[in-house]
């Protein structure tokens, strides 16, 4: 039974930074792409991130101030997110599947993130 856990959630101020956790078990992690996504409120679910092996893919909106990365030895996949802005206010929740280039079958309950301005 695949289990995705997130952590590190919170309420922080515009320009503050965050580093989410996921603990991933039941699955062969570093076969997997690792992904993050959120959800602001009243807004569909959006892509972040993802990582597999080398390959890194962002979103447009936050690139060049959140950095996806993985500890295999771990089975845990990070999400640091800095210069933090209200819209980056959602829930975000941590994904899984075998290819870097869409959104796989595994998720996670999610962790609320909010920036207040």
């Known amino acids: 039974q695949v289990q995705l856990v997130e952590s590190g959630g919170g309420l922080v101020q515009a320009g503050e930074s965050l580093r989410l956790s996921c603990a991933a078990s039941?699955?062969?992690?570093?076969?997997?792409?690792m992904g993050w996504f959120r959800q602001a409120p009243g807004k569909e679910r959006e892509f972040v991130a993802i990582?597999?092996?080398?390959?890194?893919h962002y979103a447009n909106s936050v690139k060049g101030r959140f950095t996806i990365s993985r500890d295999n030895a771990k089975n845990t996949v990070y999400l640091q997110m800095n210069s933090l802005r209200p819209e980056d206010t959602a829930v975000y929740y941590c994904?899984?599947?075998?290819?870097?280039?869409?959104?796989?079958?595994?998720w996670g309950k999610g962790t609320l993130v909010t920036v207040s301005s």
């Open positions: 039941g699955l062969a992690f570093r076969n997997y792409a």
């Open positions: 990582i597999k092996s080398s390959i890194l």
């Open positions: 994904n899984a599947g075998l290819e870097p280039t869409t959104q796989g079958p595994y």
